[in-house]
């Protein structure tokens, strides 16, 4: 009962070359009036245009290659040791390559991102066939280094893809490629638990490691084709040292209206679910009285709330703006989680179908915001704060849930969860409130 990642991969991002939120965009807030028309149609023909639709049939090889790891390999080691702390290993090193983030943002600001894509996808692959070589449990340290291996390209695409995107598109059009790759993404999330467990007992784990390293090097393939201007770097005479460039997506984050808030807003989001993520066991077990086997077939509701959310999150921010977008979603997820201190499995499920619609709508309102306030030489180095700053607080806060579990009631810590949301969504009308004072 995780939050779904957003469309940066864990979130993609992009944008027109400039940097800057052009007058009538997508981020605007105003409803569409004839000049917003006109501007649909450059829009629309960007994302049929061959750029985007490499990209988004890459990361659909990527998400497949991503939900099928995701499945196998906390499974595997609980399978080849026996042991369920093991298994638990694997997610902190899931999470591990979220502290390198920045770094991994710095680079790709420094070098063309096509290709930074391209050579990540590439390791990815090669990294994953290292699998092969376990056998037995003597051979499990194999399988965290490669899970740590794996989560690090996800960590630095996420970074290049931000700035590939923001000169392969124009503003207009964010908003739009945010929700089709987000709903790509949540479409594997919901039919691959089901078809990579039910394999996984069929014939193993071999298969399923070969299928995920031929789509990552699929993936590289198809970035590879891709043809478009990228925004150079800076010029080295004009850099900051080292130390100052690796920090100067946060830099901008704090320091541009309404991102500040905005982000703030999403910190304590992720934070409140991380308890979410640490009790949804003993909701099923204690709350509903149901086995633990079943938490993945009633967690998958979520991807239906995302993909829904994906396929409309681009037409509320035209007409609402992203700010306001961002708090909706928040105010949605609080409402989601409500359900979850109850007995009802109706209304849990129908609760955790609002809580993929709630955060990704949150999640793509803010990416798209992000874009098209940061300027093209820092999109990665802002991508990857952001990812750092929404994964690291929910990491933390998960283990601390998990600790609280043994002196307190799981409904006590949802209590705390919807108020931490509810606490996120007035903080993201504040960054509307921002914007506004900029614009004037």
Not at 117 to 127: D, E, N, P
Not at 334 to 359: C, K, W
Not at 399 to 412: H, I, Q, T
């Given at each position: ?111 063309s991102r096509r290709r930074m ?163 949804s066991l003993a909701i099923v ?156």
């Open positions: 009962m995780s939050a779904p990642d957003g469309p940066t991969g864990t979130t993609p991002t992009g944008t027109s070359t400039t940097g800057t939120a052009a007058s009538g965009t997508v981020a605007s807030g105003t409803t569409a009036g004839p000049a917003e028309d006109a501007a649909a149609g450059p829009a629309r023909a960007a994302l049929r245009g061959r750029p985007f639709r490499l990209l988004s049939v890459a990361w659909a090889f990527t998400n497949f290659a991503d939900s099928v790891l995701a499945i196998i390999l906390a499974v595997w080691v609980k399978d080849l040791t026996g042991s369920n702390g093991a298994a638990g290993l694997v997610f902190a090193a899931l999470g591990l390559p979220a502290l390198a983030s920045p770094f991994l943002g710095q680079l790709a600001d420094r070098v894509l391209v050579g990540a996808y590439a390791v990815g692959a090669l990294s994953v066939l290292a699998l092969l070589a376990v056998r037995g449990p003597g051979q499990v340290w194999l399988v965290f280094v490669v899970t740590v291996l794996y989560s690090t390209v996800g960590f630095a695409t996420a970074a290049a893809q931000s700035g590939l995107v923001r000169d392969m598109l124009p503003d207009d059009a964010l908003a739009p490629a945010n929700g089709r790759l987000t709903t790509i993404d949540q479409v594997f999330r919901l039919l691959m638990p089901a078809v990579g467990a039910g394999a996984y007992a069929l014939a193993g784990v071999w298969p399923l490691v070969a299928a995920a390293s031929v789509a990552f090097a699929v993936a590289a393939v198809l970035v590879g084709r891709i043809r478009v201007a990228e925004t150079p770097p800076t010029p080295a005479d004009e850099r900051e040292p080292y130390l100052g460039e690796v920090t100067a997506g946060f830099r901008h984050l704090v320091r541009t209206a309404p991102l500040g808030v905005l982000t703030l807003a999403l910190v304590v989001a992720f934070a409140a679910v991380g308890l979410l993520n640490a009790v077990e204690h709350g509903l009285g149901l086995p633990a086997a079943l938490l993945g077939p009633i967690a998958s509701v979520q991807a239906l709330g995302a993909i829904v959310a994906g396929l409309t999150a681009a037409r509320l921010v035209a007409r609402w703006g992203a700010q306001r977008v961002v708090a909706l979603g928040l105010l949605v997820l609080a409402l989601g989680i409500v359900p979850t201190t109850g007995t009802s499995v109706a209304a849990i499920v129908v609760g955790l179908g609002g809580v993929g619609l709630g955060v990704t709508w949150a999640v793509v309102g803010f990416v798209t915001e992000r874009q098209l306030r940061t300027p093209g030489t820092l999109q990665g180095r802002v991508a990857a704060a952001s990812t750092m700053l929404l994964n690291v607080p929910q990491l933390v806060l998960t283990v601390v849930g998990a600790a609280l579990l043994g002196v307190l009631d799981y409904r006590v810590l949802l209590v705390v969860t919807v108020a931490g949301v509810v606490v996120a969504s007035g903080l993201a009308l504040r960054g509307r409130r921002a914007a506004a004072a900029v614009a004037e």
